[in-house]
């Protein structure tokens, strides 16, 4: 046994060694951390920039493609359009052409079938300089006529079998303030729902304001839900220390109050879309091929001064999207979108995502309008 004379602690020196050592564990520790964290925060970003730019490009695709769908309507040269939309009220049958050209016609309440949009907007509503667009048609399946209509001022039937009692009238995609669409292939009419009401099982009505119409209905006649869908880019709001972001909305345009007033509104669907930016491809030859791609400035006139797209057979979407958090990036960034090289300081995780799409439904018999 060692007496306690020879028993001896550690030195300071040995202290003082031993705690730098610790601390420089400690702080490669610390670093490896940081740059794990500022990696993570990194892929976080390109991962959210990726989805959302794949997300926004999925909804606009999807109604992009149902436009100008107007089942056997769209291809028939004599298909003629009662537009009674309050608070207008047209007593004349038009063709497409016709319509889109009336001038009598407030281009406010104007309805969109097919394709139209605003380029390089003004609108302070939305985020200045980027585009917007408008997609329009039927949306869902068609429900026949119960009875023949003689007068197409009296309420209308329609036969349903998930109709059976009065509450399943909310499962229906007809409603009251919607627009909807009774049509059977030589004639349509566009017109204001009022309300609906049971009849008997598997039968319910439509009521509407009164419209003249050339044409009665026979039992091949269908109604459908009228849509009108408009995409466009405004400020969503901020997030910690002032920092402004801005997101893809998607507005419905299907309902109208007494006054024409939009009931609808307008949802933010994706976050993170700086611009949106869009060329249309117009075939002037019917040969089912875009001629060229251009702005929708770059298109003919319509007489009431929005422009002809009827000839419009394809869309180029072309997305900015940002992530929503500052300071993932050091240092300035440089990004060319639209052809435009340009700088930005605040960090943010950028990529340009584009895409063609067809409107398929114009597609199908180019020869018939």
Do not use: W
């Not at 009875?147 to 499962?171: C, G, H, P, T, Y």
């Not at 997101?247 to 949106?276: C, P």
Request: charged share 20%; hydrophobic share 35%; net charge negative.
């Amino acid at each position: 046994m060692k007496s306690k004379s020879s028993q001896q602690g550690i030195s300071l020196v040995e202290v003082l060694v031993a705690l730098g050592i610790g601390l420089f564990l400690i702080a490669g520790l610390i670093q490896l951390f940081i740059s794990s964290r500022q990696a993570y925060k990194l892929q976080d970003a390109y991962s959210r920039v990726q989805e959302n730019g794949r997300i926004a490009l999925d909804f606009i695709m999807q109604d992009a493609r149902n436009s100008d769908f107007l089942a056997c309507l769209r291809g028939n040269k004599n298909t003629k359009l009662f537009i009674q939309t309050y608070p207008y009220s047209q007593n004349k049958g038009e063709s497409f052409a016709d319509y889109r050209n009336d001038t009598s016609i407030n281009t406010k309440f104007k309805l969109t079938l097919g394709v139209s949009g605003v380029d390089n907007s003004t609108d302070t509503t939305v985020r200045v300089g980027t585009d917007s667009i408008i997609f329009g048609g039927i949306n869902g399946i068609g429900i026949p006529l119960n009875e023949k209509a003689e007068d197409i001022n009296d309420d209308l039937q329609f036969q349903d079998a998930r109709i059976s009692v009065a509450k399943d009238l909310s499962n229906l995609s007809i409603k009251k303030d919607n627009l909807a669409i009774i049509g059977d292939c030589n004639t349509m009419d566009i017109f204001q729902v009022t309300d609906t009401k049971f009849i008997k099982k598997g039968v319910f009505s439509v009521l509407h304001y009164p419209f003249a119409s050339s044409s009665s209905y026979d039992l091949i006649a269908q109604i459908y839900p009228f849509y009108s869908m408009r995409y466009y880019i405004k400020e969503a709001g901020n997030h910690a220390n002032n920092n402004v972001y801005y997101s893809l909305y998607r507005e419905a345009k299907n309902d109208l109050n007494t006054t024409g007033t939009n009931l609808n509104n307008d949802v933010e669907i994706v976050e993170g879309i700086e611009d949106m930016q869009i060329l249309y491809g117009e075939d002037i030859d019917a040969d089912q091929v875009p001629n060229y791609y251009v702005p929708l400035s770059k298109l003919n006139k319509n007489l009431d001064g929005t422009y002809n797209t009827e000839n419009v057979i394809s869309i180029r979407i072309n997305l900015l999207v940002a992530s929503t958090e500052m300071n993932v990036l050091s240092g300035n960034t440089k990004l060319t979108y639209n052809n435009i090289e340009k700088s930005y300081t605040d960090g943010r995780v950028r990529r340009e995502y584009s895409a063609t799409i067809a409107i398929r439904n114009r597609l199908t018999d180019r020869s018939a309008k």
